[in-house]
Nanobody, 113 residues
Framework: QLQASGGGLVQAGGSLRLSCGAS??????WGWYRQAPGQQRELVAT???????NYGNSVKGRFTISRDEAKRTAYLQMSSLKPEDTAVYYC???????????WGQGTLVTVSS
């Protein structure tokens, strides 16, 4: 029920925006994790329904999470990208009331040096 998109190849210093759309569910919390080859999954950013955000230390000041409630879509704006940001990015959404977690399929971001 989550569809992530927006990944691709970008040069270091560039920008990308990821999108994550939810169908049929109302969302309490959105978030993004990423996993690089041979690495553990890492928190990127989260946002609660009241707008409270949280970012991983490695992306603070460069990435911004946002949401469009009407479209039931979350976004991850990534700027000043670095080669170490290369990873598969996964979005998740936690449903209101049930608190059930949904995961998107992952979208690959590759940053070339």
């Amino acid at each position: 029920q989550l569809q992530a998109s927006g990944g691709g190849l970008v040069q270091a210093g560039g920008s990308l925006r990821l999108s994550c759309g939810a169908s049929g569910i109302s969302i309490y919390e959105w978030g993004w994790y990423r996993q690089a080859p041979g690495q553990q999954r890492e928190l990127v950013a989260t946002q609660l329904s009241d707008g409270t955000t949280n970012y991983g230390n490695s992306v603070k000041g460069r990435f911004t999470i946002s949401r469009d409630e009407a479209k039931r879509t979350a976004y991850l704006q990534m700027s000043s990208l670095k080669p170490e940001d290369t990873a598969v990015y996964y979005c998740y959404a936690q449903q209101i009331i049930t608190m059930k977690l949904y995961w998107g399929q992952g979208t690959l971001v590759t940053v070339s040096s």
